[in-house]
């Protein structure tokens, strides 16, 4: 009888037996790591899993451990929970690399000019960190303003004690 991890070579899978040499299913934390195999064939998996009775979305890697904080995936970045494993979309904050990002619907990091709840947004194109202040927008020939939540402003604006005109439309400083 065997235990632990198996590779099933004709069934193209990998099963865990526990220690009576019974296949598991579903969940399993196994050595200290998470790990989910198919409730009906008892299949390793990997990638991203949609864990519906969680309501989250986590990542395993090609060893199929649930994976954790910032990834790059297939040239994307995304964020995960460093205690649940669940994928995090929106405003994130990077304490440790002094930032803020977004992370789209499907757990993207975004970069450039970024539309959300209405209100536009600047992020750096290298690093994905949310801009503040003035910046300049070449592509669009214009400078705006992003305020301390790195939303762009309109109107008449008293920045550092300056007065400055920013159309009410475009944004564009005037």
């Known amino acids: 009888m065997k235990t632990g991890m198996q590779t099933i ?24 790591h ?5 409730k009906a064939t008892g299949a390793m998996k990997t990638g991203m899993q949609t864990i519906p009775e969680q309501h989250k979305t986590v990542y395993y890697n090609s060893n199929g451990q649930m994976q954790y904080g910032q990834q790059k995936i297939n040239g994307h970045w995304y964020l995960f929970d460093k205690a649940t494993g669940a994928m995090k979309t929106g405003l994130q904050a990077i304490s440790d690399q002094h930032k803020t990002v977004y992370y789209s619907s499907n757990g993207q990091m975004q970069y450039g000019q970024q539309k959300i709840n209405g209100h536009w947004y600047l992020f750096d194109k290298g690093t994905g960190a949310m801009k503040t202040g003035l910046q300049t927008i070449p592509e669009q020939h214009k400078t705006v303003y992003y305020n301390g939540q790195g939303q762009m402003v309109y109107g008449t604006q008293k920045i550092n004690g300056k007065t400055y005109h920013f159309n009410q439309v475009t944004g564009a400083e005037q």
């Open 9 to 32: 070579p004709e069934q193209h899978k990998t099963v865990y037996y526990n220690s009576n040499g019974q296949m598991q299913y579903g969940q399993q934390k196994i050595n200290g």
């Open 34 to 38: 998470w790990y989910l195999f198919d």
